[in-house]
């Protein structure tokens, strides 16, 4: 479905209908924060990290986030399904079902999936790793109801986190899989470099296999590679091209901002959150 | 040609036979002192960075290198051929004019080519322009007897380096150019990750297009996104496995040893030197 609120193909975001945040955005806030500063400032999605789920069991986060008109749109993250043991790889399987109880609970629709890669295994055996632990969980994640979502990460990130760094990737796997209960993410930091994009978002939008689209900036001369994401406009992300692909493609959902920053959480996080709506209005 | 020492595909390092050293992975070394030390460790192979030729001129660099019994492999490095408006893009030409006379200056039979980006142009109009550039300098590098190779960079340097970020996107640059002065660097640090990466040497193999091989590693956590490179066996690469797949794709010249570390730089240069060779003869 395409929303009916500012989301015309690469036309201007004109209102916060489908603006979503990750809580990680605002790190220094517990759950409770996020939802009622969030819902105050107009934003109508949240995607719930599990570090929010230590201090708060998922029926009351569900009930948080409803009682304040929010739509939970995801829980991150699932994955890590590669090892160089079995052992180690049936571990990372039952963690993945407890995390699909968790979705169920909250009331997340979709598990982002962060695949995994193990130092020193080949792309492809960690590749056929990951798709082992998918298709382990697929069976438990259509018994709760909710979707698994297979997100590429930048190749940075190839060495310990995820095999996965290309939405063809995604789409190869995710095709070869071939079940209703997998899809992928697309997510501008991680894919905007690849000069393939704009096909493979056409061709995961063709598959019925784009889930879920998460949006920050890519800062030139990043102080660190893991947490100095830029906000949009920031960086040298075309955003507003990128959300045009991917409504081309189909995709009208919740559009998901996920910023790692040190730099922005030492801010007041009202002072921050507001910069992000703005940012969203502006530049995504 | 394959040499025949130390170098069966895949197969141990017995000899420094191919060793060559980047002058910049002994930075605080003059090109005088890189050259004198490098030849006494047994290292038979130099790939001089222009900084050197700030202080000395081509032929004196060329009369050291052959007085100490080296070869030079290549010089480094041209491109950044990406620009807002044509000025930039002719005075990048221009500049990669220099660049080959100083090559042929120096005896270097290969300039390795940086190819630019520019930050919000999108990728395609990046590569349109890196492709006008290298072309306008073709027959230059004919005339000079120096060929161009075209080095893709990681993924993380395509906001101001290369929008020529993996093996695949040269290898279709370097055949849609189609010409026998233009070829392909393959560097383990910035294409480990690519699943298609033992696919798209053997094709730059077959098409005659594999120039120049560089090795070093990729650290977990790495202090900085540009100078923290690792010493073979360092890291996660599989370093005598992708020697292996360039070795099958018919190469048999120097393998390169190209770090930038502020770490080893900080070191004894004399300690560092010796770590690279047993490095090359150990994990590559």
């Known amino acids: 479905m395409i929303s009916n609120t500012g989301s015309a193909a690469g036309g201007v975001l004109s209102d916060t209908a489908r603006l979503c945040l990750h809580t990680i955005t605002t790190r220094p806030w517990s759950l409770a924060e996020c939802v009622r500063h969030y819902a105050a400032a107009g934003v109508r999605g949240i995607s719930v990290w599990r570090n ?22 995801s829980l991150v993250r699932g994955g890590f399904f590669t090892g160089a043991t079995a052992a180690e790889r049936q571990k990372a399987i039952d963690e993945n079902r407890r995390v699909l109880d968790e979705a169920a609970g909250v009331g997340a629709p979709l598990v982002v999936l962060v695949c995994g890669a193990t130092p020193r295994q080949s792309a492809r055996t960690n590749i056929e790793q990951i798709r082992e632990g998918i298709e382990a969980v697929i069976g438990h ?21 995820s095999a996965i760094v290309t939405l063809r990737d995604a789409n190869d796997l995710c095709e070869a899989i071939g079940s209703p209960h997998v899809g992928v993410t697309v997510d501008v930091f991680h894919l905007w470099w690849d000069p393939a994009l704009q096909a493979e978002i056409a061709r995961c939008g063709r598959a019925g296999n784009l889930l879920s689209f998460h949006v920050c900036d890519w800062k030139t001369g990043m102080a660190d590679m893991l947490n100095d994401r830029g906000l949009m ?30 730099r ?9 959150l507001d910069a992000v709506v703005q940012a969203y209005l502006q530049h995504t």
């Open 141 to 161: 994640a259509a018994a709760r109801g909710v979707k698994l979502s297979i997100e590429p990460l930048h190749p940075m990130y190839a060495d310990v986190r």
């Open 52 to 73: 929010c789920l230590e201090t708060t069991t998922p029926s009351e986060a569900r009930r948080m986030i409803a009682d304040a008109g929010l739509t939970c749109v």
């Open 264 to 272: 922005w959480w030492q801010e007041d996080q009202h002072r921050f």
């Open 233 to 262: 406009g920031e960086g040298v992300i075309d955003v507003p091209a990128i959300r045009g692909w991917v409504e081309a493609a189909g995709f009208g959902g919740f559009i998901e901002v996920e910023i790692f920053s040190n």
